[in-house]
């Protein structure tokens, strides 16, 4: 049956009348439904409204013949069964929705007619509309009107014992008063919304600027001080930068965004507010964040999930700072991200960058390599180790107490801690001696290095830029001149010289540049200085730190063994007499 202006015993007014006395629907001061979409009358402001009908209230409510749901309501009964939010981080229980949140989905599923009322009764609505378009935000069952997975969860238990567990959410005694709960304690979607005035738009409960709706409810550890909380560009949307409440096209944690890396690049730019990261990732060598899809959880396991590089990975989108660190302690952007210790140990929040690195590059050894060495591994965990033979300093100061070839114009010395960072990532990063962002985001050259260390050729001519990445450390002169500490007594010439100039031998062939590994082998006699030879050109060689003088044996040499530094005899240095084939990795 269509409704009629005849068929009906109230006029608008008095139906407002009627409902603004209902308990739990007070209309704001100066506000009412008459100014909002939920007047759905011929007189409404919004796009869905009828083709000739005067009355307001009578789309939800009626004054006789109503149903047994309370207040007064005049909607069919909507469906029985819903798919609803789930995540691997909810402590909250969601079940069918109940209450309040059933009568908002009468309209709000998308299967029912806008103008359906109780009885057989229909209003006719203007411009063909019934119900709720699929393209509008406001349709939440989806395509088909069952799918609320990716809305907020409703109809649950807020109460201490949530609270408790969840230590992401304010105790109930914390809400704010504008925040109801329905009698049976349950959150509604009357708990953010009321449907009866909208002073604030989408029909909230408060205003919502820098997510003090959000906030209400959410305690997020590192959030409030965190720079997307402040930042003057992202601080009025705040958690709706990267969060919707509502048809979030990522549903766990409901993200705005699908893949994960589109929820930051909007602002990660050359067009957005924050550091242009997404050119960075265009890189020839970077980490491969568009490779995967949906793999990262928040909730996996560290030590054993699945082979993916994310932003979440590295970042914790609710903590980051604008401080600054001293190696090895985290810098603000890597604040509150999850690590691995060095005993190989779970820590929920990274003190150290490299326990960030850990997670991929320890025990998983998720990155491979072309080189093979005596001492073979890819646990950096192990490589960095301070017990081991050798390394380089990035768990703690080196075991060389004398370095010479250290830029001391640079405030390095043998006490030295450096970062993973500082010889990994983008060349045009500020680090690398541009403007662009720091961190191992992408780079032009491989293994994402900050300059070029060339290890693809053996022998290898010799050429300055081969070797950039250790000259930002090392002094080129102190490792190459006649002035140099590593000097032959015969020729004048450092035994770098020799190699690396002279003999074509690249640094990679002699030395490994993470350190060598105890746990796989490696030992003080053999491995000292990151003596730890490469193998996958046919090289045989033995280093003999511990005898005096120190000494090498070679397949590269004329005659075995070598000897060098204190107390080696005098004489000159005598080339190879064969040298492998020019062979790329």
Not at 5 to 21: A, E, F, K, P, Q
Not at 110 to 128: K, R
Not at 445 to 465: G, M, W
């Amino acid at each position: 049956m269509v409704a009629t202006n005849s068929t009906r015993s109230l006029t608008r007014w008095g139906l407002l009348l009627l409902v603004t006395l209902l308990p739990g629907v007070a209309l704001a001061a100066g506000e009412g439904i008459l100014h909002t979409r939920h007047n759905l009358s011929v007189s409404g402001p919004g796009p869905i409204k009828a083709e000739s009908e005067v009355q307001v209230c009578i789309f939800c409510h009626t004054p006789h013949h109503a149903s047994d749901v309370k207040p007064l309501w005049s909607r069919p009964e909507v469906r029985t069964h819903y798919d609803v939010y789930s995540s691997s981080t909810r402590f909250a229980k969601p079940g069918q929705p109940t209450g309040s949140s059933r009568l908002c989905l009468s309209c709000h599923d998308g299967t029912i007619a806008v103008g359906s009322l109780i009885n057989n009764v229909t209003i006719p609505m203007a411009g063909g509309f019934t119900t709720i378009p699929i393209d509008r935000p406001s349709n939440l069952g989806g395509t088909t009107g069952s799918d609320l997975t990716n809305d907020h969860p409703v109809s649950f238990r807020y109460d201490t014992d949530l609270a408790t567990r969840d230590t992401r959410l304010r105790l109930p005694s914390q809400l704010d008063p504008k925040l109801k709960l329905d009698p049976g304690q349950n959150i509604q979607c009357t708990t953010c919304h009321n449907p009866h005035a909208d002073p604030y738009g989408k029909f909230l409960v408060m205003n919502n600027a820098g997510s003090a709706l959000c906030t209400a409810c959410h305690l997020v550890d590192g959030w409030s001080g965190s720079v997307h909380a402040t930042n003057v560009s992202t601080a009025v949307k705040g958690c709706g930068n990267c969060h919707v409440p509502h048809n979030a096209k990522a549903p766990q944690r409901l993200m705005k965004e699908y893949p994960e890396e589109q929820v930051c690049f909007p602002c990660h730019s050359a067009g957005g507010v924050g550091a242009d990261i997404q050119d960075v990732m265009a890189l020839n060598y970077r980490h491969r964040v568009a490779d995967t899809a949906g793999v990262h959880d928040e909730a996996e396991n560290t030590l054993s999930f699945q082979k993916h590089a994310e932003c979440e990975d590295c970042h914790n989108p609710h903590a980051p700072q604008y401080t600054g660190a001293s190696a090895p302690v985290v810098v603000g952007a890597l604040a509150g991200v999850k690590g691995i210790s060095l005993a190989g140990e779970v820590k929920t929040k990274a003190d150290y960058e490299y326990e960030i690195c850990f997670k991929c590059h320890a025990d998983k050894a998720f990155a491979g390599t072309s080189i093979t060495r005596q001492v073979d591994t890819l646990n950096t965990r192990f490589e960095f180790s301070l017990d081991a033979p050798s390394f380089h300093p990035v768990e703690g100061p080196g075991k060389g107490g004398d370095v010479p070839s250290l830029r001391t114009d640079l405030g390095l010395s043998s006490s030295s801690v450096i970062y993973c960072s500082d010889c990994h990532g983008s060349d045009q990063s500020r680090k690398g001696g541009g403007t662009g962002p720091n961190g191992p985001h992408g780079s032009s050259y491989k293994h994402l290095l900050l300059r070029n260390y060339d290890t693809d050729f053996y022998p290898q001519s010799y050429s300055d830029a081969n070797y950039a990445l250790c000259f930002r450390c090392h002094y080129q002169q102190r490792l190459f001149d006649a002035t140099s500490p590593f000097s032959v007594t015969a020729t004048g010439l450092s035994l770098h010289n020799v190699h690396v100039v002279q003999q074509g031998v690249p640094c990679f062939i002699c030395h490994d540049p993470h350190g060598v590994s105890r746990v796989n082998g490696g030992s003080e006699q053999h491995n000292a200085h990151l003596i730890n030879f490469a193998t996958n050109f046919g090289i045989v060689a033995s280093y003999d730190s511990t005898a005096t003088p120190k000494n090498c044996t070679s397949n590269c040499h004329s005659s075995n063994p070598r000897s060098y530094g204190p107390g080696a005899p005098a004489g000159r240095v005598l080339p190879r007499t064969k040298k492998p084939a020019l062979r790329p990795f």
